[in-house]
């Protein structure tokens, strides 16, 4: 059973960072993995943030370019996403999101509140 699982959130100030973490379970073929996070603010659809291939390509939305950094670890089979100058609009539920072959998994979520 693949498993993954967010750490990392909080309560932030505006201007302030994070990391998030997401460690997958399960697998071994975690390096042929793309691996995403979305968030999803309350009212609103879930949103893809930014994404990081099995080669290492990334794309982030364009809301969070220049500030969020992905990355991952292959041999800690662990995604992280770096959030720097985080705005109060950042305030979100996010998700760790995994692909291979014709399956996915999710993530339970953590929460990320950017407020004064």
């Known amino acids: 059973q693949v498993q993954l699982v967010e750490s990392g959130g909080g309560l932030v100030q505006p201007g302030g960072s994070l990391r998030l973490s997401c460690a997958t379970s399960?697998?071994?073929?975690?390096?042929?993995?793309?691996m995403d996070w979305y968030r999803q603010a309350p009212g609103k659809q879930r949103e893809l943030v930014a994404g990081?291939?099995?080669?290492?390509?990334?794309n982030y939305a364009d809301s969070v370019k220049g500030r969020f950094t992905i990355s991952r670890d292959n041999a800690k089979r662990t995604a992280y996403l770096q959030m720097n100058n985080l705005k109060p609009e950042d305030t979100a539920i996010y998700y760790c999101?995994?692909?291979?072959?014709?399956?996915?998994?999710w993530g339970q979520g953590t929460q990320v509140t950017v407020s004064s």
């Open positions: 999101h995994g692909v291979v072959s014709r399956a996915e998994y």
């Open positions: 399960g697998t071994s073929a975690f390096s042929f993995y793309a």
């Open positions: 990081i291939s099995a080669g290492g390509s990334t």
